[in-house]
């Protein structure tokens, strides 16, 4: 049992907002850490349970957990929706107290983020969120974690999202409101984000200092150090597909509109993408596309968050200068 004062004074990680500023500097510089010297920490989970709940596909995500949870001397479980289906044969609240018995940690990538919100209230262990309809958090750390290794500061930095106010959106607009610096979000005017998620952004942006703004406007790309896009399509809202393809063909993600954005713009996508959709296959495929980098610190960011959760005490050392991480 481990007496070391909390890293994180939250619990679970839901949405992006359960962390502070300070917590994703400390994260972000555990991460740079474990990322440059996994060797240290081949044992830091060691007789440590990861339980992983997928409703939907995945490949980043379930690698990602699972084999960066390995990589700290854990072990892993992974639930799949056929098999044990959150809700279908017990109560969510059951499920989560059963799971509290026998691991340490969840994470869950599910539909609804009531769903999740119900799993977490009853779980006795920290819960995760891997993606629900409305955030997908360790993505978004993920991308801020490897704006940050490029070497804009914070402040300074000018992300663009261009496409679908979508779920990857929610969390990158509540990271950037949170740490600070500059997010431009064009979608067509039905597919902006919800003003829940733009009224909490807007209170974390009055302390950080950030600025997000919404437009249809495809010309405000100009400047961008990232232009960020996603599927038009997510897993779930199959049903609205030729309406949403219809609605987005403007805002596909060319060269033309990189053009615009101008020759420093990185060119960045959760993954996966559909190439000749939302992006361009002459954009995802050239060299200011940093997606894969992306891709490749999700498991940097989660193994940080999941140490600081669960072994703050090892974690701490590495973080003795969070700041730093933010102004490489
Ligand atoms: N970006 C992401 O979450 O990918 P997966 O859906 O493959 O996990
Ligand atoms: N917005 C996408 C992200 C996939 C990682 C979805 O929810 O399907």
Known sequence: MTTTKPILMTRD???????????????????????????????????????ML????????????????????????????????????????????????????????????????????????PVINALSDLHHPCQALADLFTLVETGIPVEQLHLVWVGDGNNVCHSLIETV?????????????????????????????????????????????????????????????EARATEKIALLTPYRVDGALMKRAGSQARFMHCLPAKRGEEVTAEVIDSPASIVFDQAENRMHVQNALMLALLRPDLARGAIAHPHAALTP
Not at 27 to 36: D, G, I, T, V
Not at 98 to 125: E, K, M, P, T, Y
């Open 13 to 51: 990680l839901l949405q992006i907002v359960d962390l502070s500023a300070t917590e994703i500097a400390e994260l972000f510089a555990l991460s740079a850490r474990m990322k440059s010297n996994y060797a240290d920490y081949a044992t830091a989970l060691a007789q440590r349970s990861l339980a």
């Open 54 to 125: 997928f409703e939907k596909p995945s490949l980043r995500t379930r690698v990602s957990f699972e084999l960066g949870f390995q990589k700290l001397g854990g072990g892993v479980t992974f639930l799949d929706h056929q098999s044990s289906p959150i809700g279908g044969r017990e109560p969510v609240e059951d499920y989560a107290r059963n799971l509290s018995r026998w691991v340490d940690v969840v994470a869950i990538r599910c539909q609804s983020h009531q769903l999740l919100q119900r799993f977490a209230a009853a779980s006795s262990v």
């Open 177 to 237: 409101a949170t740490i600070g610096g500059r997010m431009t979000v064009i979608t067509p005017p039905s597919c902006k984000p919800p003003i829940e998620i733009m009224r909490v952004a807007d209170a974390r942006a009055c302390r950080s200092g950030a600025r997000i703004v919404c437009t249809a406007d495809l010309g405000a790309v100009t400047g961008a150090d990232a232009v960020y896009t996603d599927v038009w399509v997510s897993m779930g809202e």
